[in-house]
């Protein structure tokens, strides 16, 4: 791989590796160091991924217009201004407005990667995406175990090792991002697309699949919220539920080689990845919903991590073959969007129903969407199957 490509993958490596000081840690501190609901713990989450969401846009905006290190360095900046703040102030209610301006900020710097990367190395395809999203897991494996031995100590301090590390990546971009040089407007958002759906029957086969996948989304979520407390009112330590999130990381790079004769076969079976991996995940929070020991919740992980591995790769694969010639920078917005909503609305969700009926019945509740996931995935090829006869 190029110079430039190693560059961004270390970037990438040293801001998921900040961000993951956070986000599994939100609800725990905001429900057992703050004395706030699960639901509302919920509610700032969604108001943290909806800011994401504005920035994700405005980021792929500034990109065209300013360029890549420009637009990191925006992002950094207020990433940094909200955690001098955080680290200052922690308290509530200040805490969510410090919460979402991380999530504006971060939701710029990650298009502007992204499009950077294709942009320096466009030869390399695949082969350049697949390298930033390893380095996303390597950061989300190591992060979370840093956090905890930090959190352990003091949670509070874990705000200013966050911003350590965005000290240490504004170096980085600093330095070297500003020498690279990169081809602005290479990629499409929803928003660039202004084209009329003329081809209906793909859109409406990415649109039925994709409901199922922000189903997944909305359950799978609960591991960062409503679980992380139930965890820790289980006697589980704050180290250890982070541990769980190193196991994630660590097996997603490990188990490739295990996991890929397995996708190699049904490498063009895209519908039975799909349904293999939900009932993995629904087998995983079953679990979930039974667990008392530490044991059982990394079993569910480790459940968890390999149902990941099947559904995650193959709603955006199956975006691109669905995607009719010069519209695949819109279909593979809309795979981004629907798993966004998911995010945004599944802690508030799973707030409310653990205040209702209480943890494991809201895990089963949730479970059960995904039965409507399945069928989906099942039937989202009728479109086409209707435009064929």
Do not use: C
């Not at 971009?173 to 020498?179: G, T």
């Not at 209480?358 to 039937?379: E, Q």
Request: no cysteine; proline share 4%.
């Amino acid at each position: 791989m190029p110079k430039a490509v190693w560059l961004l993958i270390i970037g990438m490596f040293i801001n998921t590796m900040g961000n993951s000081f956070l986000w599994p840690l939100h609800t725990i501190y905001m429900h057992d160091y703050l004395g706030q609901s699960l639901s509302m713990a919920g509610f700032v989450l969604m108001i943290n991924a909806g800011t994401g969401v504005i920035g994700n846009l405005l980021g792929g905006y500034l990109f065209d217009r300013i360029g890549g290190y420009k637009s990191i360095m925006l992002g950094i900046i207020l990433s940094m201004v909200a955690l001098v703040l955080l680290t200052i102030w922690h308290g509530w209610p200040e805490y969510i407005w410090f919460v979402a301006i991380l999530g504006f900020s971060g939701g710029i710097i990650f298009p502007s990667m992204y499009a950077m990367v294709g942009s320096v190395w466009p030869e390399g395809g695949r082969k350049a995406f697949n390298a930033i999203y390893l380095a996303q897991n390597v950061g989300v494996a190591i992060g979370p175990a840093i956090a905890g031995i930090v959190a352990a100590n003091n949670i509070n301090h874990i705000f200013m090792a966050n911003l350590l590390t965005y000290i240490l990546f504004l170096a980085i971009v600093w330095i070297f991002y500003r020498k690279l040089v990169v081809t602005t407007n290479r990629h499409s958002s929803v928003l660039n697309e202004k084209k009329e759906i003329k081809q209906k029957a793909p859109f409406y086969a990415m649109m039925i699949v994709t409901i199922g996948y922000m189903l997944t989304w909305i359950v799978y979520v609960q591991w960062t919220s409503t679980i992380s407390t139930h965890v820790l009112d289980l006697g589980i330590t704050l180290k250890q539920y982070s541990l769980l999130w190193s196991i994630n990381g660590a097996l997603i790079i490990l188990a490739q080689p295990m996991i890929k004769p397995i996708i190699s076969r049904l490498e063009h079976k895209i519908k039975a990845q799909l349904i293999i991996g939900i009932v993995i995940f629904m087998g995983s929070f079953v679990v979930v919903a039974f667990a008392e020991s530490y044991a059982m919740f990394i079993t569910a992980m480790v459940i968890l991590t390999i149902g990941e591995m099947f559904v995650w790769p193959a709603v955006p694969t199956l975006a691109g073959q669905l995607a009719p010639k010069g519209r695949e920078g819109f279909y593979q917005g809309i795979v981004n969007s629907m798993a966004t909503i998911g995010r945004m609305i599944g802690p508030f969700i799973g707030g409310v129903l653990v205040e209702a009926y209480g943890t494991p019945m809201m895990i089963l509740i949730l479970t059960s969407l995904m039965i409507f996931a399945i069928v989906t995935s099942l039937l989202y090829d009728l479109p086409l199957k209707k435009r064929t006869v």
